[in-house]
C-alpha cells in the first residue's frame, strides 16, 4: 500500500492502526468519529484504527461546502474528526475537535508499538453499523446510509468471486475514499486479497498515465468522465496502459464514443459495473472474458435483481423496470430516518433503487436511466439516457445532461445541456438529434455550458442545471 508520500506493508500498517486505535480513544468517547482525508496510506490506516477501537467510521466528503458538511456532522452526531492540516481551514467552522494527523506523535508511537502486544480486535455482530457513509445528494439532501459488517464483507468477497481478483493484482486508488465505490473497491477489497494498492490523493490524467505505467497497474477503477479525461490528455498510448488487464467504470453511464475511442487509443477495453452506496457499493460487474459491452453484466453471486413495474411485478427480460436489489450487500437503512427507510424497501426486504434498467435472458443488466429522471412529453415517455447517448455521439459534443422541464402544453419537453470539445450550435445539435430520434424526444432546448455542476466522484448533479431565460423561437445557444 502506498501513496506519493510513504508506502506501507501491511505489518507497518496494523501497526499503525493499532497506534491510531490509542488516538481515537484519547479524543473521544461517542461511537461515532469522523475523518476528512484524501486517498491514501494515511486514511486506510485512521480507518481501521477507527475500527478497531470499536467505533464507527464517517468519512466526510471534502468537497462540501461548509454548511452542507456542517448538516452531516450534526446528522452523524460527531464530536471529533481526523483529518490533515490541508483540510485546516474546511474544519475550522465545523462544530467538531479537529484532531490533525501531523500533530500526533505518530514516528515515536510506531517505534513503541513494535514493543507492545497488539489489542484484540473488536468482536462486533455481523448486523451491527460497520461505516456511516453519507450519499452524494444527487436527488435531495445527502442521507447517511448504514453499511454494516455483514453488508461489507458479503460485497467484498462477492467481488473477488465475480472477478476472480488475486493478490497478484495492483490497484489504483484515484476514487475519494468517502465514496462507497472507492471505499469497497480501493480499500477494503485491496485489503481483503493482500494486493498492492497505489493511491493518488488528487486525480490528474498524466499522473494516472504514469502512475498506471510505473506501478504496472492492473486494475483501474475510474468514473466515466476520468476515462474521457485519459482521452484528452495530450501524451500517453497503448505502451503506457498496457500493464491494465481491468478498466472498470462506474458511478455514471458510459458513454459509447469513450469506450470506442479508449479502446483505438490505449488498446484496453472498458467493462462497467452498477451499484450504490446502499449496496455497499457494488451490484453487477461486466467482466472482460464475458463482455458485453453496454451492460453493466450480471449480478454478483449472492445479489439478485429484478426489473419491476410501477404495481411491483417482475417485467420480460429486456422490458423497461425499476431495478430492486436483494441480498446480504444491501444496507441497513438510513440513520435515523425511519420513514425514509421504509420508502427505500419493498414488503419482502428488497431495495427500491430507483433506477430504470433491463434484463435480457442471460440475466445481462443495461441502465437506461432513473425513475425520477422520466421525461412525459404529451404522454410518451422519453428516457434521458437514450438522448443523452445521441448528443454524445455528435462529434463536437464532450459531455451531455438531459431533463425535463414543465411545459403548459405536453406537460413536459426535453432540455439538454451540453458542453463542446468543438465548435457548434444549438440549432444544428438539435438537428443531429431529430435526424436519429423521435421528434418528441428531440431537445426543445439545447444549452450550450462551459461545465456542468458535478458531485463528489465528478457525476453530474442534473438537480443543479439552472435553464436560462427563454430566447426566440425557443432555441438556445447560450452558455450558462
Sequence with gaps: MADPTRELSYGRLIRLAAVLRRQVERATARPHVGLMLPSSGGFAAT??????AGRVPVPLNFLLQTDELRAVVRDAELD?????RHFAEQVDPLPVKAVFLED????????RQRFRRLPPPPRPHPDDTAVLLYTSGTSGLPKGVCQTHRNLTADVAACLAHARLTPEHRFLGVLPPFHSFGLTTLLLVPVALGASVFYLPRFQPAGVIEAIRGRRISIALLIASMYGALLNAKGGGREDLASLTFAVSGGEALPDVVY???????GVRIVQ????????PVVSLDVPWASRPGTVGRALPGVTVTAVDDAGRPVAAGQDGELVVRGPIVMKGYYRQEAETRAAFTPDGGYRTG???RLDADGYLTITGRKKELIIVGGENVYPREVETVLAGHPAVREAAVVGRPDGARGEVVAAFVTLRATATATELREFCRERLAGYKVPRRVIIADDLPR??????LKRKLTMPPDEAGGRSARRC
Design 47 to 52: 480507518f481501521y484504527g477507527i475500527l478497531w
Design 80 to 84: 471529533t474528526l481526523f483529518t490533515i
Design 104 to 111: 500526533l506523535p505518530l514516528r515515536r508511537e510506531l517505534v
Design 260 to 266: 470506442e475511442r479508449f479502446a483505438e487509443r490505449f
Design 273 to 280: 459495473g452498477y451499484g450504490m452506496t446502499e449496496a455497499s
Design 355 to 357: 433506477d430504470l434498467g
Design 455 to 460: 458531485g463528489p466522484t465528478g457525476k453530474i
